[in-house]
């Protein structure tokens, strides 16, 4: 069986100490090592700095310096590559600090050292810088797709809104100008005009606020559910015919206050939106299930056939056509976006014409603060 080739560098000031390790490698079965040595530290650095080995196995005395040293100094010049500290019997304070700095893995040396113990604490190390390694790729991955997102925000909300802007007042001022001159149809292409241009502008709104839930961080509080209940109702403006019943005392969350609220308020808006008659009912509430706080918002309104039922929490899906509710269909969305984040779920139960009822989870851990 061919075994992979492994390059090993050993800073250790005892000969010996490299003679026994090359002894040991000699004999390992999963890799055929390349042992090269340097008995010092400042060789030590020169070495690593040329990226040329696959691991690094460095003793922690080494003279004035220490291995713990070499090992910053390392991590300082940017080594990515496993090292492996080699300490003495009940250095454990030396151990952890060696984790703690960046090793890979520390060992033992003495007479409880052998090959198998040096071979596998070798391969546990490149496999562990392995995983660090693709975790800071990954990492790097996501703070580039963040920043890509923040700057096709921006341009979002800047560049296209801009021309909208511009449209609607070409629009204003035709309406102004040329109105008297205008026939029936000219007024109503005019107001279609205006009308997609508020559509297109709600969209680019629903989107951006979409890119914020997640990305930024809100700083968490103690928040009174049922204090922020009553502030999301009025700013609601509930129509005249539609009754809210709150039959439950809301609980006080440990959340973002500002997510919250958008969680109520886009759910009762729905409601109201979706009322479909001047007069209704919604009912809204909470119970304690299974270590999570269960809410349920329920109207008599139009109701949503079960073949829905996810298709409505899809960003920019609505049931209606475009023209007969204004609606962008990031609501629902960007709720059960929060609701997740805090690691809850969301679901609708309803009967097409009878009404629906939304119901959502918060882990109780989020109020024990």
């Given at each position: 069986?061919?075994?992979?080739?492994?390059?090993v560098l050993?800073?250790?000031?005892?000969?010996?100490?490299?003679?026994?390790?090359?002894?040991?490698l000699?004999?390992a079965?999963?890799?055929?090592?390349?042992?090269?040595?340097?008995?010092?530290f400042?060789?030590?650095?020169?070495?690593i700095?040329k990226?040329?080995?696959?691991?690094?196995?460095?003793?922690?005395?080494?003279?004035k310096?220490?291995?713990l040293?070499?090992?910053?100094e390392?991590?300082?010049i940017g080594?990515?590559?496993?090292?492996?500290l080699?300490?003495g019997?009940?250095d454990?304070e030396?151990?952890?600090?060696?984790?703690k700095?960046?090793?890979?893995d520390y060992?033992?040396?003495?007479?409880?050292l052998s090959?198998?113990l040096l071979?596998?604490?070798?391969?546990h190390?490149?496999d562990?810088?392995?995983?660090e390694?693709?975790q800071?790729?990954?990492m790097?991955e996501l703070?580039?797709?963040n920043q890509?997102l923040?700057?096709?925000?921006?341009i979002?909300?800047?560049?296209l809104?801009?021309?909208?802007?511009?449209?609607?007042?070409?629009?204003?001022?035709?309406?102004?100008?040329?109105?008297d001159?205008?026939?029936?149809?000219?007024h109503?292409?005019?107001?279609?005009?205006?009308?997609?241009?508020?559509?297109?502008s709600?969209?680019?709104?629903?989107i951006?606020?979409?890119?914020?839930v997640?990305?930024?961080q809100?700083?968490?509080?103690?928040?009174?559910?049922?204090?922020?209940l009553?502030?999301?109702?009025?700013?609601?403006?509930?129509?005249?015919?539609i009754?809210?019943?709150?039959?439950?005392?809301?609980?006080?969350?440990?959340a973002?206050?500002?997510?919250m609220?958008?969680v109520f308020?886009?759910?009762?808006?729905n409601?109201?939106?979706?009322?479909?008659?001047?007069?209704?009912?919604i009912?809204?509430g909470?119970?304690?299930?299974?270590?999570?706080?269960e809410f349920?918002?329920?109207?008599?309104?139009?109701?949503?056939?079960?073949?829905?039922?996810?298709?409505i929490?899809?960003?920019f899906?609505?049931?209606?056509?475009?023209?007969s509710?204004?609606s962008?269909?990031v609501?629902?969305?960007?709720?059960?976006k929060?609701?997740e984040?805090?690691?809850?779920?969301?679901w609708?139960a309803?009967e097409?014409?009878k009404?629906?009822?939304?119901?959502?989870?918060?882990?109780?851990?989020l109020?024990t603060?």
């Open positions: 069986m061919v075994r992979a080739k492994c390059k050993l800073v250790d000031d005892d000969e010996d100490d490299y003679v026994v390790t090359r002894d040991f000699s004999e079965t999963q890799f055929d090592f390349q042992l090269d040595w340097v008995d010092n400042q060789l030590g650095l020169q070495e700095s990226n040329q080995h696959d691991v690094y196995l460095l003793d922690y005395r080494l003279g310096e220490n291995g040293e070499l090992l910053q390392a991590i300082k080594c990515n590559k496993p090292i492996v080699l300490t019997l009940g454990h030396i151990d952890q600090q060696a984790m700095s960046g090793a890979s060992l033992e040396k003495g007479h409880m090959t198998i071979e596998r604490a070798i391969l190390a490149i562990r810088k392995q995983f390694n693709r800071l790729e990954l790097s703070a580039t797709a890509e923040k700057d096709f925000a921006y979002v909300s800047h560049d809104k801009a021309p909208l802007r511009g449209i609607a007042s070409i629009a204003t001022w035709l309406e102004q100008d040329y109105g001159r205008l026939d029936s149809e000219g109503e292409m005019l107001q279609l005009l205006g009308g997609r241009v508020r559509r297109m709600d969209l680019i709104d629903g951006l606020q979409y890119s914020r997640g990305r930024v809100e700083e968490k509080s103690v928040v009174n559910l049922q204090d922020l009553m502030e999301v109702i009025d700013m609601i403006a509930l129509p005249v015919g009754e809210i019943a709150i039959e439950t005392e809301l609980p006080m969350v440990f973002g206050k500002t997510q609220q958008q308020q886009n759910l009762l808006s409601a109201v939106k979706y009322m479909g008659k001047p007069e209704g009912k009912r809204l909470h119970t304690e299930r299974q270590g999570c706080w349920y918002i329920s109207d008599t309104g139009l109701g949503i056939e079960s073949r829905h039922f996810d298709k929490f899809q960003i899906q609505t049931l209606t056509t475009r023209d509710a204004e962008t269909g609501g629902l969305a960007i709720v059960k929060i609701i984040i805090y690691g809850g779920k969301i609708v309803s097409y014409g009404g629906s009822t939304f119901f959502f989870t918060i882990p109780r851990l109020d603060y």
